[in-house]
């Protein structure tokens, strides 16, 4: 009779320690904070979207910019956004701002606490440019 109250015992333990492991794992299956990156990609730019690449890319709000990429991924500790334009070659020094960006730097430069941006600029003819920004948090 006792060896059986013990083994009942430890087979309802294990049921216990079963159901709550499981839940356990399910709980951290839906956590955002334990899913992947989410990455969100489009080259048809919100307004929200085109107003988050002139904030982040330390762009001036009427700089006169043709948006063709947007690329965020949310992370944990860290997001990145990628945003790539067009603009008149002439206006390169007119559309960011000097205080936050230096165009002359192809390597990363903090723009705020805890932010970088890289820039690649490229001329695709006599007047237009291209430019991508990687920009992101540490």
Known sequence: MRR???VLL???LAGVVMICGIGSLAVL???PFFSPDR???TTQLSPEQAAQCR?????????PVTFEYYAYRDGFLDDQLTCRFRAARNELTE???PALVDVQRADAQPIRPG???RLRI???DADTILVTGEWYTM
């Open 115 to 117: 932010e970088h941006l």
């Open 4 to 6: 059986r109250s013990v």
């Open 39 to 41: 990455l969100t990609a």
């Open 55 to 63: 904030y982040a890319l330390g762009l001036r709000p009427a700089a």
């Open 95 to 97: 559309l960011f701002d």
């Open 122 to 124: 490229e001329q695709l």
């Open 10 to 12: 430890a087979v309802v």
């Open 29 to 31: 299956a839906v956590n």
